[in-house]
Nanobody, 117 residues
Framework: QVQLVESGGGSVQAGGSLRLSCTASGIIFRDNNMNWYQQAPGKQRALVAGITNGGVTDYANPVKGRFTISRDNAKNTVHLQMNSLKPEDTAAYYC???????????WGQGTQVTVST
């Protein structure tokens, strides 16, 4: 059974930092591309950052230079370091794993990030 468990969300003032973590089980972690998505109330879920199984990273324009995604294959964990947070970063953040060979995507339950002024 696939499980993606996010942690590290919370409330922070603008300009602050948070580090999200997502630990996976039930998948071959090293084979999966890992992504973080955000979903604000009333908005569609949007890709924030991704890291391929080879370690190549990509970011949505609004978070470039502020967020950093990384992975630890030994611990089946992906992180999202979020710095210089803004109120518009407020959203639920979801971890996703995508196995491109098997074409299977899995989702975590999400963790809330709230940034206040």
């Amino acid at each position: 059974q696939v499980q993606l468990v996010e942690s590290g969300g919370g409330s922070v003032q603008a300009g602050g930092s948070l580090r999200l973590s997502c630990t996976a089980s039930g998948i071959i972690f090293r084979d999966n591309n890992m992504n973080w998505y955000q979903q604000a109330p009333g908005k569609q879920r949007a890709l924030v950052a991704g890291i391929t199984n080879g370690g190549v990273t990509d970011y949505a324009n609004p978070v470039k230079g502020r967020f950093t995604i990384s992975r630890d294959n030994a611990k089946n964990t992906v992180h999202l370091q979020m710095n210089s947070l803004k109120p518009e970063d407020t959203a639920a953040y979801y971890c996703s794993a995508y196995d491109s060979r098997r074409r299977i995507r899995s989702w975590g339950q999400g963790t809330q990030v709230t940034v206040s002024t």
